[in-house]
């Protein structure tokens, strides 16, 4: 089974930067987009950005100007560069892959702003 492995959470002070990448184990056959989810303390997981297979961008408004999403389907991998980051996008990141059957999660890094 494909299993994605985050990294590079941290500690960072705001106003600082931060990437995280995602790593699959294995091929993924058919993936159409990848994604980063963030779920904050206390709060359910939300979407932070998507990137299609086509290229295709979404963001969430709170990280728009800020944060940037990029993939690449033949290394199997993801980023996600964040900048300006404040204390509000504290949370566990979690990398998303989704093909046409299936949706794989990885097990989360942990992402801490200080204010």
């Known amino acids: 089974q494909v299993q994605l492995v985050e990294s590079g959470g941290g500690l960072v002070q705001a106003g600082g930067s931060l990437r995280l990448s995602c790593v699959a184990s294995?091929?993924?056959?058919?993936?159409?987009?990848m994604a980063w989810y963030c779920q904050a303390p206390g709060k359910e997981r939300e979407l932070v950005a998507v990137?299609?297979?086509?290229?295709?961008?979404n963001y969430a408004d709170s990280v728009k100007g800020r944060f940037t999403i990029s993939g690449d389907s033949v290394k199997r991998t993801a980023y996600l560069q964040m900048n300006r980051l404040q204390a509000e996008d504290t949370g566990v990141y979690y990398c998303?892959?989704?093909?046409?059957?299936?949706?794989?999660w990885g097990q989360g890094t942990q992402v801490t702003v200080s204010s």
């Open positions: 998303n892959f989704r093909t046409t059957w299936y949706n794989v």
């Open positions: 294995g091929s993924i056959p058919s993936m159409n987009a």
């Open positions: 990137v299609t297979r086509d290229g295709i961008t």
